[in-house]
């Protein structure tokens, strides 16, 4: 599980840390910097799947011209604070903590490189480029190679097959161009204890997911054993199959439609298109009258891919929906919250999720207000900061006072953002 992103020179944020928990909130006014957290947690995603940082950065595109990654948004000239050489990004996960730093060669092109990273577990420190804070050295004099310094590691710690005497450091020499993360998972001369570490922060990393849910797309039929939803809601209908073989799951899925819609959902029906093989996605109401998704309402497709995507066969370990609330009447957002509660407190999956939505705020529980933060400039300040709400003075008295709905819809949020500035200590809670 992530527990904290800390952003520096990440587009519009300085130095600021979000808190992240099962279930995290992100509240803000518009171009505050929200969707700049996601472009941040997309980032580290990347570095998940394996690519370059010109792939993580400005794109992924496959044989067919294809994307299969699209850039961060505002891409290769937007993703540094302005008038900064370099951002990083620090995860924190369990025992673990990433730190990357990336910059911008202007003797090749103004390419992306890494300028510092660092792998840490617990207090031990895998692999850095700058040891005792030194600066990261780059081999034979050009910016071709970074050198990392390995851990040292002692006899007894060297349990895979390399003879190594005594206490050992090791440098070994990466590209600059991709995170050194996933290098040395095949680097030869990597203990395979060390190893082990980077997969763990890789298996964070990979297993994440950013729906922005499309209408069209999810009302497609699918190919049945197509069991991954994808970003835009893609597969909807086989997702949905494969979680209804389970009688049990269907029996979830279809209590927590039936809530959401006034017309009685008595289950799904699958039936496939003899021609193409695809799949289409049929309500049955209780009338037996049938509708398919071609006719299904746009709120309730949503809803159903969120509840996919979250009850779903091989539940990824974080989710990212921007407006979480969406197209969804307020009577029915305290549904989806209570299935996002519910969900991520059992500790499979973890949901982010920034919103505009002040009923949604009005009934988040207690664990979900610690993680809830609000995002906001000062005084028209270039950067931004980000604070966990209940840090706000007061904010405990007043949501038990007036709800947390009203305080974000009144402004308070923001205005009480401006109290806690200057003041990094502990006094502010
Ligand atoms: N490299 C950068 N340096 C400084 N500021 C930047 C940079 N890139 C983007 N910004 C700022 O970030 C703002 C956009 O932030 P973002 O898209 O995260 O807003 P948001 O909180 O998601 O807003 P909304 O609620 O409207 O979606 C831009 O208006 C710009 O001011
Ligand atoms: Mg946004």
Known sequence: MITSLRLVNFKNFADETLRVGPFTVIVGANASGKSNIRDAFRF?????????????????????????????????????????????????MENLAYTIEVGRNEARNGAFQV??????????????????????????????????????????????????????????????DQPALTQIREHRRVLRAHKEYAEQAIKVLANMRFLDLDLNRMRRASFSGQIALGDGGENLPTVLQAICADPQREKILTEWLRELTPMDVRGFEFPTDSLSGRVQLVLREANDRQVSAYAASDGTLRFLAMLAALLGPNPHRLYMFEEIDNGIHPARVQLL???????????????????????????????????????????????AIIRPVAELPKAGALRKSQGLGRLLAGGWMEDALAFTEGDNDEEGK
Request: no cysteine; hydrophobic share 35%.
């Open 44 to 92: 580290l995603h990347g570095i998940g799947r394996g690519y370059t940082l010109a792939e993580i950065i400005g794109g992924q595109y496959g044989g067919g011209g294809q994307s299969e990654w699209a850039e961060i948004r505002g891409a290769m000239k937007e993703i540094i604070r302005f008038g900064q050489p370099a951002f990083s990004l620090q995860v924190k």
């Open 115 to 176: 300028t510092r990273e660092t792998l840490e577990a617990g207090s031990r420190t895998i692999y850095t480029s700058h040891p005792g804070e030194g600066d990261p050295v780059y081999a034979q004099g050009d910016d071709t190679r970074l050198v990392l310094h390995m851990e040292k590691i002692s006899l007894q710690r060297a349990y895979d097959r390399q003879f190594v005497q005594g206490n050992y450091a090791r440098r070994i020499m990466v590209r600059p």
């Open 337 to 383: 919250i209570d299935l996002i509660e519910g969900q991520t407190a059992k500790g499979a999956s973890q949901v982010v999720t920034t919103t505009h939505s002040p009923d949604l705020l009005t009934i988040i529980n207690d664990d979900t207000f610690e993680n809830t933060s609000v995002v906001g400039r000062l005084d028209d300040a270039d950067e």
